[in-house]
């Protein structure tokens, strides 16, 4: 089977899958990992194959928080994961059987899952359903805010985390 796993960000959000990639590989699959140029030599070293993801999520934070306004947020993050978009589709482009995703790019890799008729399982590394338990990584607050405020907290997490793509899961779903 070919498998694709798709992830973005920093080391941690990466190394993960190689382990993953890695242990499929040694199971008789072919395994490419769709990740930043940065992570190329990572990937490689595993004996998966590198399917490059533009974007430098190092450069997008820092030029985030050196943004003026919010509308130049918006601008950054619009063209970051408009270069996720287009990396997805050249990544699919070169073929798979299942798409394995990380948090981050999943809403991207759902859609060109539907697209192409492929299967896509998520392998998140984190928490990533609300639940009322505990609040999602990445949510508002420092820690729990009991049951009813964790479950509203988590779902904003993912409403935050899908409006960060709607534009370019749209520009992917045309161009698919």
Do not use: W
Request: hydrophobic residues 45%.
């Amino acid at each position: 089977m070919r498998i694709l796993i798709i992830t973005a960000g920093s080391r941690g959000d990466v190394a993960p899958y190689t382990g993953l990639g890695r242990r499929l590989r040694d199971a008789g699959h072919q395994v490419a990992v769709a990740a930043h140029p940065a992570f190329a030599a990572l990937v490689g070293a595993c004996g998966l194959e590198h399917r490059p993801v533009p974007g430098d999520p190092r450069k997008l934070i820092r030029d985030r928080g050196r943004a003026a306004s919010r509308d130049e947020v918006r601008a950054l993050t619009r063209a970051y994961t408009d270069g996720l978009a287009e990396g997805v589709a050249q990544a699919v482009a070169g073929g798979a059987d299942l798409l394995i995703m990380a948090f981050a790019p999943a809403p991207l890799g759902r859609t060109a899952g539907e697209a192409l008729g492929v299967p896509v399982v998520g392998a998140y590394l984190v928490p990533a359903f609300p639940t009322g338990r505990f609040p999602l990584p990445n949510a508002r607050s420092a820690g729990s805010l009991g049951p009813e405020a964790n479950l509203a907290a988590g779902r904003d997490v993912l409403r935050r985390a899908e409006g960060a793509f709607v534009g370019a899961v749209t520009r992917l779903r045309a161009r698919l």
